[in-house]
């Protein structure tokens, strides 16, 4: 069983829905990352959070340490924010960072 | 700092044969990490440097696959005797104490 589940697997929406994933995780993490994946592979680090929410543009992101829970929000989304987006969380190795764990990601399509 | 780069973007090799991939993390980085993607799974990691110590490595990392760092900077990833069950993307990442910044991978297809 995979410790770090993801919400939906795969989405579609129209453009300028709002969007919600989900991240769930049982294992002992210090942080969360959300991911961002376009076709060809190439990863971009979204947010990184421990506690509360962080805002960068569209993208809103909040986590629940005590719940193990994290959602990623897209506000007005776009086709261009179609991509694979994969949490992921750091074990817990005593330190504030370590080898990430990651969901399977969720791959969203956005259509104009 | 252009951030993290990997060589080559892709390799097809036939089963058998030996193959070599670099990373080069960011200068200032100390710690980099390999992991490993199959389609349709999120990536799993492989093996973790603290500058050149190789700290960590995974269960997935056969006897068939090494990795060096040798000067601290950056590292390469060797898989012998390729299988077909090796084709994957190769991803690598680095970090100083925060988030990890991920290369563009390595694409590896095992004919």
């Known amino acids: 069983k995979n410790e770090v589940e993801q919400s939906p697997q795969n989405l579609t929406a129209q453009e300028g829905e709002f969007i919600t994933i989900n991240c769930s995780y049982s294992?002992?993490?210090?942080?969360l990352h959300w991911l961002q994946q376009h076709p060809g592979g190439g990863i971009v680090s979204l947010f990184m959070?421990?506690?509360g929410k962080k805002k960068h543009g569209r993208l809103i992101a909040t986590i629940n340490i005590q719940e193990k829970h994290s959602s990623l929000h897209i506000t007005a989304s776009h086709p261009r924010d179609s991509a694979v987006y994969i949490c992921?969380?750091?074990?817990?190795?005593?330190?504030?960072?370590?080898?990430?764990?990651f969901g399977k990601g969720t791959k969203l399509s956005v259509k104009p | 700092d252009t951030g993290v780069s990997q060589d080559p973007r892709h390799k097809i090799t036939k089963r058998g044969q030996n193959v070599t991939f670099r990373c080069d993390p960011i200068?200032?980085?100390?710690?980099l990490y390999w992991y490993r993607q199959t389609l349709g799974q999120g990536p799993e990691f492989l093996t973790y440097?603290?500058?050149?110590?190789?700290?960590?490595k995974s269960r997935l990392l056969s006897d068939r696959f090494s990795a060096e760092r040798p000067k601290g900077s950056f590292s390469t990833l060797e898989i012998q005797r390729t299988e077909q069950g090796d084709s994957a993307m190769y991803l690598c990442?680095?970090?100083?104490?925060?988030?990890?910044?991920f290369g563009p991978g390595t694409r590896l297809t095992v004919t």
């Open positions: 990442a680095s970090s100083g104490l925060g988030e990890q910044y």
């Open positions: 294992v002992g993490i210090s942080a």
């Open positions: 959070l421990s506690s």
């Open positions: 992921a969380g750091p074990l817990n190795y005593g330190g504030s960072q370590g080898n990430l764990i």
């Open positions: 200068s200032e980085h100390n710690r």
């Open positions: 440097f603290q500058n050149e110590a190789q700290l960590e």
